[in-house]
Each structure stands twice: as structure tokens, then as C-alpha cells.
């Protein structure tokens, strides 16, 4: 039984600190939608690197918002590792992790070649008209392979297959399709990327991208996007998310503790957020839960309304419980990202939020293999658990069943089972 603290949020969940919801709120109701005017920007306290939500707030009930958090200012783990200053107004370099740091932090090094003939599709709102060529300065600067439209790796479709008939433009979900797109190159470079736009941010819409994407033969859907549970979800999950033998990841959410949809679907990997540094251990690296502050962070949580799939046999939870697997999400740990589109494309830019773990481990899905007819790969890491960096320190917020919010040996809900170490545990 749930209790009072461990209720759902409402459905659309966009807490933050008191002076930053009240900025926001002055500024939407100004008519201001990109995200460096909505929202103020967080500070962490460990690193002083500050950044703001990449994507708008939603405006009606049923929108759903991007978990992309760009940062703006501060020394981010990369740049300290490697001895970097600040450079929060320069963008003609990269300032975050890149393509060799994830590998080696997931042991997927050896891996990399994989994924030839393999599609990742990328399910995002509204258009980005400079996505193919942003890709192109990222795939160049790290040596990987070219993925054009020319060459058939790049494909860009509206959510009912069009090439010409896109949707509209948006900046702040620009800079979240750059980060999808770089994050699917960076772990999986020979793999094919097909950009599916949805023509609004409503969950509808999303969905029937989702769909398209699947139709045209993509085995891994990413979704890096969400918002609060509703009764509609189980309908949702039947109409969108229910494809066999497809591996299909979506955000836990920047939020803190709490559960998301359709990060809550039974039919999807839900993926949560750690913060990644370099370590003097064996592996390299460690990680904690990603938490900035009392309302960001990664999301995770016990579902209100989705059923608890048959693989999951956590006990506190009658239901669905997120997270399943996580990777890295802190904005002060971030990736780097190259993005040209609107006020906030100035080229290089550091990236976090849940929206560059989804991608990344929709990649590790890809490098593995194609999941067999008929099967769930959200299933795939619960019959692999050793196979995966267990992450055993941290917390996203305040719960009444502990590993709903804080991390321990073995399952727990910011991390899930952990994070990739290899390929074993994504291969049915």
C-alpha cells in the first residue's frame, strides 16, 4: 500500500525552488517559450556549474517537456579532469565528456564497432533544421563515421513519415535533439539514426512518432521527454509503447524522486541518471545518484497506475517501479553536445538530465543485438544483474520506502540495477 509520501505528483510535476517556479510562471505568462527565459538555472554546490532546461515548460495539461539540461556556467567534471578552465561563453570546444569517456565508463570500448546496419531512432518534439549538420561537426570532431542523408545512415521524418512536411522549428528542442543524436553516435557510431518529429510536445503526438519510428523498422526507440502519471496511461501504453521486440528507453525525469510517464510504462526501459567522475578504481569511474537539489535530480518512484511487469520483483512496489538501468545525467558530470539552432545553438555546449542517459542506453541495446520476435528487452537486465555497475551511494529526495529514493546493493529506484558494464545484460 502506498503511502501519503510516497503519492504520485500531479500530472504535470515541475517543481523547483521557490524564486525559480516564480520566475518561470512570470516569464510564461509573458508569452516567452524558449527555455533560457523560463527557467531560472540551478547551482551545484560541489562544482558551481550552473545550466538551465533545455526545452519550454509545458503550457497544457497533456505537453510533455524535455529532460535536457544545458549548462551555463562553472568547471564540469571533464574540464577539471583534464585541467580545463571555465568556459562558459566559449563554444569552439567541447567541455564535457565525448565519445571515449563513455565507452570506457561502460566497458564498451570493445564494442564499438558494432551496430552496422542497425537503426536507433531518436522520438522528439518539433523540428530541428540544423540537426543533420550539427551531427556532422560532432561525428567529424571525435573521428567517428559520417551519417548523412547522402549516405543513407541519417533519415529525418515528421511522426507520419514525411521528409518534406515537417514540423515546426524550436530552439530549446533543438538542443534536445542535438544531445539525442550525439549521445546515439558517441555510443554506437556505426549505427544508422533516424530522427522521428512529432508535431507538438503532447503525449498523442509523441506517441504516434513512436510508432512511426517502429513502422519503419527502427529495433531501438529512444524518448527522452515525460511528465506526471495520469488514469490515461494504460491507454497509452497499449496505443504507443507496446512493441515487441523492440527496445524502447525513456527518461525517469529531471525532477527528484517521483514518478514519470511514460518513463512508468511496463512496456519500456525506464532509465535514470547518475553523476559519472573518474576514479583512481579498477574501472576508472565512479558513480552516484544524480541530485542536484530538493527538486532536481533524477526521477524514480512507484507508478500509481501502470501494472508492475513480471520481471520486476521488487517487494515495496505493487506496481510499476522506475528506474530499470540508468547512466549519466548530472549536468556538473555532462556530455559534450554541438548544437547551431536559435538563441542557445552556439555550437559546443555540455549537456545533462535524463535525456542523455535514454539515448545512451539505447545505443548499448543496439551494440548489442537485435532483440528476438516477441520479446520485452526492458526484461534483459533483470536476468543479467551482475553484468552491470551496481550503484550503491546516494539519494534523489525524501521517500517513506527507502530504495525509492536511495540507492543501495542491488535494485533500487534511482538507479535501477545500474549502469552498463558491457554488453551482456542488454542481450536477450
Sequence with gaps: MRTPTDSPAPRRRWRRTASAATAAAALLLTGLTTAAHAQAADTSTSSQVTWTRSCALPRHTDEMACNALRVTGGRTAFQRQH????????????????????RSAYGLTSAAGNGSGRTIAIVDAYDDPDAESDLAAYRSHYGLPACTTANGCFKKVSQTGSTTALPAPDSGWAGEISLDLDMASAVCPNCRITLVEAKSASMTNLGTAVNEAVALGAKY??????????????????????????????????AGYGAEYPAASRYVTAVGGTALTPSSTTRGWTESVWRTSSTEGTGSGCSAYDT??????????????????????????????????????QGWATYGGTSASAPIIAAVYALAGTPSSGSYPAKFPYANTTALNDVTSGSNGSCATA??????????????????????????
Design 83 to 102: 585541467g580545463i578552465s571555465a568556459k562558459a561563453a566559449e563554444a569552439t570546444s567541447p567541455s564535457g565528456y565525448g565519445p571515449s569517456d563513455l
Design 221 to 254: 526507440v529512444s524518448n527522452s521527454y515525460g511528465g506526471g502519471e495520469s488514469s490515461s496511461d494504460a491507454s497509452y501504453d497499449s496505443a504507443y509503447f507496446d512493441h515487441p521486440g523492440v527496445a524502447i528507453t525513456v527518461s525517469a525525469g529531471d
Design 308 to 345: 508492475k511487469p513480471a520481471w520486476q520483483t521488487d517487494t515495496g512496489c505493487a506496481r510499476r517501479m522506475i528506474a530499470d538501468v540508468s547512466a549519466v545525467a548530472d549536468p556538473a558530470t555532462g556530455v559534450s553536445v554541438y548544437d547551431t539552432y536559435g538563441a542557445d545553438g
Design 403 to 428: 530504495y525509492f529514493c536511495t540507492a543501495r546493493t542491488g535494485y533500487d529506484g534511482p538507479t535501477g540495477l545500474g549502469t552498463p558494464k558491457g554488453l551482456v545484460a542488454f542481450t536477450g
